[in-house]
């Protein structure tokens, strides 16, 4: 069966950083688009980044370009996003998923809480 589990999430001060990874187990990782996605507290889906399949294109959104940097290493099928220069409004449950914008494999989440 397909998977992937995330890992990484922890409670950060504003200003703080974070390494999320995702292990991808019985699917053509070295292959896919991969994203990251976050819910934040009584929210919908929020789309934060996306890889090409040989990690040389990336995508962000606004709200996270300049502090955040997805990446891959496909010999290890692990997909990555440091977070830096965490501000509150990241606090978020972060989901890697298999695809560009579209996903058809989803991640269990991994929780990330920036306060003080």
């Known amino acids: 069966e397909a998977q992937l589990v995330e890992s990484g999430g922890d409670l950060v001060q504003p200003g703080g950083s974070l390494r999320l990874s995702c292990v991808a187990s019985?699917?053509?990782?070295?292959?896919?688009?991969m994203s990251w996605v976050r819910q934040a507290p009584g929210k919908g889906l929020e789309w934060v980044s996306t890889?090409?399949?040989?990690?040389?294109?990336?995508y962000y959104a606004d709200s996270v370009k300049g502090r955040f940097t997805i990446s891959r290493d496909n010999a290890k099928n692990t997909l990555y996003l440091q977070l830096n220069s965490l501000k509150t409004e990241d606090t978020a449950i972060y989901y890697c998923?298999?695809?560009?914008?579209?996903?058809?494999?989803w991640g269990q989440g991994t929780q990330v809480t920036v306060s003080s």
């Open positions: 998923a298999r695809g560009g914008y579209e996903y058809n494999i």
């Open positions: 019985a699917f053509a990782f070295s292959t896919s688009y």
């Open positions: 890889i090409d399949s040989g990690g040389s294109t990336t």
